[in-house]
């Protein structure tokens, strides 16, 4: 039996509702095998991030290789980096194993056009508002990572942050950065208005379009969906980009890999929706299907 296989590359969350917990729970859920590479140690509950500690670059990196020579991977996922050299051995690790593997990855996803997705997830700041990546990360993110990747999911500050503007209209701004970095964008529209809903930005929109932009094809696609009112958000980006890089190892197509993946949280929203579990922002239920 086939047996799909994600790595991801990312810090893991003590509180267990982000970062490397939350992206082992959703590729388990969806049917694929996890391995992962962590590249910082976080001190984190549902209230937030309290400390930071980066992974040795070279541990990473042994991480990474260790994975890849031995267990290989069908696609990969990759969130928080937290700093320039993290960044740069991530990109030029993965750039080498990659290039060494591309023959037999080839074989696994032979109904993709490209070797081995690579979803990143430009993890910048917390929902709490704890700054994940130092300042200088932003420049090697851009020149170094981005090139690899086949998606970016960036949040709204951070697609702001990589733009380099204010965005009022997500079609208009995947465009723009697919263009700019010359890789495939989703654009989310949760973050337009956050939660919770306050005077100066209401609930008034019970349905939300997220927006893909792929630039190989040159074509936008539009994902509607239904708003969940909860507070129980923690993990969000890392299940989306963790479910669409499974739903890629799968081989589904990107636009189709991404509707899944939309789904899924949903779901995984939904069912979580009424949970409490820590005084804060709660997470997501992964496993929503083995209720």
């Known amino acids: 039996m086939t047996r799909f296989k994600v790595l991801t590359i990312a810090g893991s969350d003590s509180g267990g509702g982000a970062g490397i917990q939350a992206d082992i729970k959703a590729i388990s859920a ?13 001190v984190q509950n549902t209230l937030g991030v309290q400390a ?9 990196s042994g991480q990474i290789t260790a994975v890849l020579d031995d267990i290989g991977a069908d696609a990969i996922k ?4 937290f700093n320039a050299d993290i960044i740069h051995t991530v990109a030029q690790t993965l750039h080498s194993k990659l290039l060494n593997q591309t023959a037999t990855l080839n074989s696994q996803l032979s109904t993709l056009n490209y070797t081995t997705p690579v979803v990143l997830d430009p993890v910048m700041v917390s929902t709490s508002g704890h700054k994940l990546m130092n300042e200088d990360a932003i420049e090697t993110l851009t020149t170094k990572l981005i ?4 998606l970016i999911t960036p949040n709204l500050p951070e697609a702001e942050v990589l733009l380099g503007e204010k965005i009022t209209d997500l079609t208009s701004a995947a465009q723009k950065l697919a263009e700019k970095y010359k890789v495939s964008v989703l654009l989310k529209a949760g973050h337009l208005i956050p939660y919770p809903p306050t005077p100066l930005h209401p609930y008034t929109q019970l349905q939300l379009t997220d927006i893909l932009y792929d630039y190989k094809e040159k074509r936008t696609h539009t994902y509607p969906h239904s708003r969940v009112e909860t507070k129980n ?3 969000t980006g890392c299940t989306l980009s963790s479910a669409i ?10 636009s189709d890999a991404i509707g899944a993946a939309i789904q899924y949280l949903g779901d995984a929203l939904l069912s979580a929706k009424n949970d409490v579990l820590g005084h804060g922002f709660g997470p997501v239920d992964h496993f929503f299907a083995q209720k």
């Open 52 to 60: 930071v500690h980066p992974v040795p670059a070279d541990i990473v």
């Open 30 to 42: 969806l049917g694929c095998y996890a391995a992962s590479a962590i590249t910082a140690v976080t």
């Open 245 to 254: 890089a499974s739903e890629l190892a799968k081989g589904l197509p990107l």
């Open 78 to 81: 990759i969130g928080m980096l």
């Open 147 to 150: 090139p690899l990747a086949t």
């Open 233 to 235: 958000t923690h993990g």
